[in-house]
């Protein structure tokens, strides 16, 4: 049995940081067991404390995507449970709204803390992901346009520019201003 001491020796850390190495190379439980020389239950174990205490699992292109527990962001809208609670087979279907197509994109750590930035200033997730892939769709557009880069190439911005802030003006104000 290990205890908390146990786990916080550098041996340990250093055993974790091969573990991890080796199975982001792609190699097996048992390969990494072979090569490290502890069980392959311990190879699992220490690759669930390192998922634990990263927010990027060292397998995360090969999983699955997991939805985080408390996301920083507002949930979109939903069916009521209460609603769902009425619905069943025999329940005619509602009335069918014209097809939309929808985007789903897997929230990691990453993106959910990008999108609450983007929302900070209380706008909706789905305007601030359209501004932000406005902005950057009309930037790859430009260089492709002025020949910068081919087609086929996702040009690389390297740098910003913000237009200065100005303080949003009453019609009041801007009323005194003139006269």
Do not use: F
């Given at each position: 049995?290990?205890?908390?001491?146990?786990?916080?020796?550098?041996?340990?850390?250093?055993?974790?940081?091969?573990?991890?190495?080796?199975?982001?190379?792609?190699?097996?439980?048992?390969?990494?067991?072979?090569?490290?020389?502890?069980?392959?239950?311990?190879?699992?174990?220490?690759?669930?404390?390192?998922?634990?205490?990263?927010?990027?699992?060292?397998?995360?292109?090969?999983?699955?995507?997991?939805?985080?527990?408390?996301?920083?962001?507002?949930?979109?809208?939903?069916?009521?449970?209460?609603?769902?609670?009425?619905?069943?087979?025999?329940?005619?279907?509602?009335a069918a709204t014209p097809a939309v197509p929808c985007l789903t994109v897997p929230l990691d750590q990453a993106l959910i803390a990008d999108l609450a930035t983007l929302t900070r200033n209380?706008?909706?997730?789905?305007?601030?992901?359209?501004?932000?892939?406005?902005?950057?769709?009309?930037?790859?557009?430009?260089?492709?346009?002025?020949?910068?880069?081919?087609?086929?190439?996702?040009?690389?911005?390297?740098?910003?520019?913000?237009?200065?802030?100005?303080?949003?003006?009453?019609?009041?104000?801007?009323?005194?201003?003139?006269?």
């Amino acid at each position: 049995m290990t205890t908390a001491t146990d786990e916080d020796t550098p041996a340990v850390a250093a055993r974790r940081a091969t573990v991890a190495q080796l199975r982001k190379a792609g190699r097996s439980l048992r390969d990494i067991a072979d090569e490290v020389g502890v069980s392959k239950d311990t190879v699992r174990r220490d690759l669930e404390a390192l998922s634990r205490d990263t927010a990027t699992p060292v397998d995360q292109d090969r999983r699955a995507p997991v939805a985080p527990n408390t996301p920083d962001v507002a949930d979109p809208a939903a069916t009521p449970v209460s609603r769902l609670a009425d619905l069943s087979r025999d329940t005619p279907a509602p009335a069918a709204t014209p097809a939309v197509p929808c985007l789903t994109v897997p929230l990691d750590q990453a993106l959910i803390a990008d999108l609450a930035t983007l929302t900070r200033n209380g706008v909706s997730p789905e305007a601030a992901i359209r501004r932000a892939l406005a902005l950057v769709a009309s930037t790859y557009r430009q260089a492709w346009d002025a020949g910068l880069y081919p087609r086929t190439v996702d040009p690389v911005i390297n740098r910003h520019q913000y237009a200065p802030y100005e303080e949003p003006r009453s019609l009041v104000q801007e009323a005194l201003r003139e006269t």
